[in-house]
């Protein structure tokens, strides 16, 4: 095991790499992404292709990304997803339609798609004992990035324009580039990569697609609720609101995750998630829809805390497994909004939840109350 000093370097580095690759990244892309590309003059179709482009790249990129560590070490992966971090902004001015403009977020979801499974497998590499709840501290920071990019990039987009965001967007990237320098070069060689598919992972995997199938639904058609109608800054703030439990929740969920097992958190927090679904799909005021978010976030944090480390501990390899959610949860995320746009919002919103509680029946039938277990040398 490493020394406690070195542990804790990593740890510090990859929280503030967290910190600022996410805000970086989602400044660039919330509010600024639409507002830039219908200054260039795209229609909504085109908006909404270029908006589906990085995640595209992530479904794609994540698992691979995940792999490629396992085989040549987290520390070079994490470098490479700097170095986009870095160069990806600069290439909004170039752009000047919706090809090109698709093309710079393909190659800015890269760096998401390879930054975030590796550093939760580095998380997990680090502290193999308390991974849950070392992981719940890097989900905060990313969090923190994510809630926080809206409002400095809008603001500097009302002030000073889209010219201003994109550069900040680089020395974010910069940093984060520079941190991954100092990242300690680890001892020995990668273990041999042998790679087999492990069901389990795909059980896992379908209870965080169910989570950000409601995330992103949430995210996209809360605005469109009659109430919230012409109140753009209502919605904003609860989804805010939304985002800063999470951010705050998912420490203590990781530790809970560490001190009672996966299984328990991850049922509660699908339960929740259901709930809130329910919630959402017969809300007819606003405390309710305020409810559902809030039971959204305390049970996306209980589930999420828990899956990313039960991922590490059903599969020896730690970059596989992780991209391998990450990959399957893009394509939940995906797929959200698509579901509420063909069958309404109560109807929608009702399938997500219920989508999420089969997931979860699926995973009690296969896994059982106590979870799998785990051995001590994985």
């Known amino acids: 095991m490493q020394p406690v000093r070195t542990r804790s370097k990593v740890l510090y580095i990859l929280l503030i790499s967290g910190f600022f690759a996410i805000l970086g990244s989602t400044m660039s892309k919330s509010p600024t992404l ?43 992966l994490l470098k490479m997803s700097g170095f986009v971090f870095l160069t990806a902004p600069p290439l909004y001015f170039l752009a000047g339609n919706a090809l090109t403009l698709a093309f710079v977020r393909v190659y800015y979801g890269i760096a998401t798609a390879v930054f975030v499974p590796v550093s939760f497998a580095l998380i997990s590499d680090t502290y193999p004992e308390k991974k849950g709840t070392f992981m719940g501290f890097l989900s905060s920071a990313t969090l923190a990035g994510r809630a926080l990019a809206p409002l400095i990039a809008g603001s500097i987009i009302y002030f000073l324009g889209f010219s ?7 020395v974010a990237g910069l940093i984060v580039f520079a941190l991954t320098f100092r990242l300690p070069v ?21 209870l965080d697609a169910a989570v950000y199938m409601a995330y992103q639904g949430i995210e996209t058609f809360l605005p469109l609720l009659y109430y919230l109608q012409g109140k753009a800054w209502l919605s904003g703030l609860i989804l805010s609101l939304e985002v800063g439990v999470m951010a705050i929740v998912k420490p203590y969920a990781g530790y809970l995750s560490d001190r009672v097992g996966r299984t328990r958190p991850i049922i509660g927090g699908m339960v929740l998630v259901g709930a809130a679904m329910l919630t959402f799909s017969l809300a007819s005021s606003l405390p309710l829809v305020i409810v559902g978010a809030l039971s959204f976030s305390v049970g996306a944090s209980l589930s999420e805390a828990s899956t990313k480390p039960l ?58 109350l106590r979870g799998p277990q785990i051995s001590k040398n994985r």
């Open 34 to 76: 639409p507002l830039y590309a219908r200054d260039l003059g795209l229609g909504r179709e085109e908006i909404g292709l270029v908006a589906a482009a990085s995640t595209v790249t992530g479904i794609i990129v994540n698992f691979a990304s995940g792999v490629l560590s396992d085989v040549y070490g987290r520390r070079k």
């Open 164 to 170: 201003v965001v994109f550069v900040l967007c680089s």
């Open 186 to 206: 680890p001892d020995g060689k990668p273990e041999r990569f042998e790679f087999t598919f492990n069901d389990n992972l795909l059980l896992i995997g379908l």
């Open 311 to 368: 991922a590490t501990e059903v599969s020896k390899l730690h970059g596989a497994a992780l991209g391998f959610l990450e990959s399957i949860k893009d394509i939940g995320q995906a797929l959200g909004p698509v579901i509420i746009g063909i069958l309404g919002f109560s109807r929608g919103f009702t399938f997500i939840g219920l989508f999420g509680i089969v997931a979860l029946l699926v995973f009690v039938v296969r896994f059982g």
